[in-house]
């Protein structure tokens, strides 16, 4: 119940736009609504990758374990990808703008509303962070950083059993 309500949260935030999503583009999305990434990716389930712009740790996870073959064709069969980079200075639609009971403070850019909804989703701040939700808006299963590839695997494989 806690993570319905966390995630009913962010829910104020803008669509998110998947056209410009392909699968294993880690471009990151502008704005995130969790209901319509459910139901455009019925029935898949949501992979969200926590990322930043500066985290080194994240392109050497990219370089290294996301371009394998094995990962490329689990993500691309079986779940719907949404980059959300925290660190993204990008204004917001001030329609978007929040204010966050974390930092006390009104969010207005891109990063700092996606880094407050990790925090409330996730209880981490690291990156990266993956997040894997199902179609009833519940966390299944949460992964930071390896650079181990099976490792990777197993986790994204798991909740498909």
Not at 23 to 44: D, I, Q, R
Not at 69 to 83: D, F, H, R
Not at 110 to 116: F, K, M
Not at 120 to 136: A, G, K, L, M, R
Request: aromatic residues 8%; positive net charge; glycine residues 4%.
């Amino acid at each position: 119940m806690k993570n319905f309500v966390i995630l009913l949260a962010i829910l104020n935030l803008a669509s998110c736009d998947l056209s410009s999503n392909t699968p294993l583009s880690f471009e990151g999305n502008k704005a995130f609504n969790l209901e319509e990434v459910l139901l455009k990716s019925s029935p898949k389930p949501l992979l969200v990758y926590f990322t930043a712009f500066g985290c080194s740790a994240c392109r050497t996870m990219e370089e290294k374990v996301l371009s394998s073959k094995t990962i490329t064709k689990t993500i691309q069969e079986n779940y719907t990808l949404v980059s959300l980079i925290v660190d993204d200075r990008t204004k917001a639609n001030k329609e978007n703008w929040k204010h966050s009971k974390i930092v006390n403070k009104v969010l207005k850019t891109v990063g700092t509303l996606n880094g407050d909804f990790q925090i409330q989703f996730t209880q981490t701040s690291s990156q990266p962070t993956f997040v894997i939700v199902n179609q009833q808006k519940e966390i299944v299963s949460i992964r930071g950083y390896t650079n181990n590839v099976d490792t990777l695997s197993r986790f994204l494989e798991e909740p498909l059993n």
